[in-house]
């Protein structure tokens, strides 16, 4: 089993999203890293949407001095801070994710070649010598 380098599986992730896990063999993992990001976006474009129809909904209401969308300035005021702090939550997150991908596919690297079978077992055994005599502990990794 050839080792993979945590130096190439970073740089691969921070380049295309996913293409260290692929590259550690880590497959599964490349769809969830696919699902967050483009989770993240949506959220992102849904909550800028609402940001923008809510702050000029809320400069009409501002101008006019008339209610808007059903809602009095002050609420209007809220909502759009509301959408713009769950807007800027969801760039956070979005990053959040990218760097996560980018150091899941290195620790994957490191990893690779790191030992998980199912052979991991404590022994006692007898030991018997010319010299001396008992019971020896063993571990095997």
Do not use: C
């Amino acid at each position: 089993m050839k080792d993979k380098s945590p130096k190439k599986a970073a740089l691969y992730s921070a380049i295309i999203p996913g293409m260290g896990q692929i590259y550690t063999e880590k497959y599964w993992k490349a769809p969830i890293v696919y699902a967050g990001i483009i989770t993240s976006v949506y959220f992102i474009d849904e909550n800028n949407k609402q940001y923008k129809n809510y702050k000029e909904a809320a400069l009409m209401s501002y101008e006019t001095g008339d209610d808007q969308l059903g809602y009095s300035y002050s609420e209007l005021k809220t909502l759009k801070d509301h959408y713009r702090r769950n807007r800027d939550i969801s760039y956070f997150t979005l990053i959040g994710i990218y760097f996560l991908n980018i150091l899941d596919a290195s620790v994957n690297a490191h990893l690779y070649s790191f030992d998980v079978s199912d052979d991991i077992s404590m022994n006692l055994k007898p030991y018997l010598s010319l010299y001396n005599s008992g019971v020896t502990l063993s571990l095997n990794l």
